[in-house]
C-alpha cells in the first residue's frame, strides 16, 4: 500500500519524544492524493469493472475538482497565518487564498481579538491626474493608475479616537451642543462603529488587506483563510484528504467520470445519489461535534437570570 498508510513508528514522533521527527504531523489522519487515485484504479477500473477503460490523466483531474469542491464545505480546510505588521499597517494576501474566514489581533494576554470589516469603505483604484484633473493616459491609450488610493491613505491614517472630554460631556449630558463628536452623537451608537478592536479593507485585486489606525504598528495579525487544498497540486504526494472522507472523494470521482460515459451512464443517477449520501457522511463525520463541549454549553441554559 501507500506510504501514508505505514504502521506508526519512530519517524512518527518529535525528538522529545525519542523518535526522529522526520514525517509530517498528524499525517497518519490523512492520505494523500496519489493514493486516492491508486485505489479508485484498483477498485473501479478494468475488466468486469464498472469502468473498462479510463486514462489516469482524466482520473486525476476529476480528484482535484473533488478535493477542490469538497475544501470549501467539507474538509473544513482552513489556514492560518499570522505577521507583525510593518508601519505600513496592510497583509498581502497568501497565493492559495479563497476567502476569509476570520482577522484577529493578539492582545497581551494572548487572546485573539476580532476584527471587523469596513461597513463604510471599500477598496477602489485611484486614477492619475494632471494639474487640470484631466486623466493621464499611457503610450497604448490606457488610464494610468496612482500608486496609492488616497481613500485607503485617509482610512488607514483617520485617528476616529474618542477623547476624554468628549466622554466626559456625553456622561454629563452635553450631548446636545453642536461641538459634541461622540459616535452617533444624541441618537445613540451605531453597532457596526462599537467595535474598538479595529477595522480592514480587503483589497482583492492587489493582493492587500489594509488596517486603520486602531491597530498600531507592530502588532501581530492572523488570517484564518479557506484554501482549495490544491496549493502544491504538482505534486499529488502533498495534496492531502482525510481519510474520514476518502469514500467521499472516491464516489464523487466515479460519478463524473460515469455520467461521461455511454456505458455507465445508466447508473450515473445511482452514483449520484451514492455521491450525496458519502459527501453527508463526511460532513458529519468532520464536525468534529463533542458531546462533552457541548453539554458544557447546554449548562448555560439552565442559568436563573434575577430581575
Known amino acids: 500500500m501507500a506510504i501514508s498508510r505505514k504502521p506508526l513508528d519512530v519517524d512518527n514522533y518529535s525528538a522529545l519524544d525519542g523518535g526522529n521527527g522526520t514525517a509530517i504531523p498528524g499525517y497518519y ?145 452635553y450631548y446636545s451642543f453642536d461641538t459634541f463628536g461622540y459616535y452617533g452623537r444624541r441618537y445613540g451608537t451605531t453597532p457596526q462603529f462599537q467595535n474598538i478592536n479595529g477595522s480592514f479593507v480587503l483589497d482583492l485585486t492587489a493582493g492587500q488587506i489594509y488596517f486603520d489606525s486602531v491597530i498600531p504598528q507592530d502588532t501581530y495579525v492572523t488570517l484564518r483563510y479557506i484554501s482549495d487544498g490544491l496549493g502544491d497540486n504538482g505534486n499529488f504526494d502533498n495534496v492531502y484528504v482525510p481519510k474520514m472522507a476518502e469514500d467521499a472523494v472516491m464516489m464523487s470521482i466515479l460519478y463524473n467520470l460515469s455520467k461521461l460515459r455511454s456505458a455507465a451512464g445508466a447508473a450515473a443517477p445511482l452514483y449520484k445519489q451514492e455521491a450525496a449520501a458519502k459527501m453527508r457522511n463526511a460532513k458529519i463525520r468532520l464536525s468534529n461535534m463533542k458531546i462533552e463541549e457541548m453539554t458544557n454549553i447546554f449548562r448555560n441554559k439552565a442559568k436563573w437570570i434575577k430581575h
Open 29 to 173: 489522519r490523512r492520505t494523500n492524493l496519489n493514493d486516492i487515485i491508486n485505489n479508485f484504479m484498483v477498485a473501479y477500473v478494468g475488466d468486469g469493472k464498472v469502468l473498462t477503460k479510463v486514462p489516469r490523466y482524466e482520473i486525476a483531474f476529476w480528484a482535484q475538482k473533488a478535493v477542490q469542491e469538497f475544501s470549501f464545505d467539507v474538509f473544513h480546510s482552513e489556514k492560518a497565518i499570522e505577521i507583525q505588521l510593518s508601519s505600513l499597517r496592510q497583509m498581502s494576501l497568501p497565493s492559495d487564498y479563497v476567502n476569509y474566514v476570520r482577522l484577529s489581533y493578539t492582545d497581551q494576554s494572548g487572546v485573539e481579538r476580532t476584527i471587523l470589516p469596513s461597513g463604510t469603505t471599500r477598496a477602489n483604484q485611484g486614477v492619475a491626474q494632471d494639474e487640470n484633473y484631466h486623466y493621464l493616459y499611457d503610450e497604448d491609450g490606457n488610464i494610468v493608475y496612482a500608486e496609492e488610493s488616497e481613500t485607503l491613505q485617509r482610512f488607514q491614517n483617520s485617528e476616529n479616537t474618542v477623547t476624554t472630554e468628549e466622554a466626559l460631556d456625553y456622561y454629563n449630558g
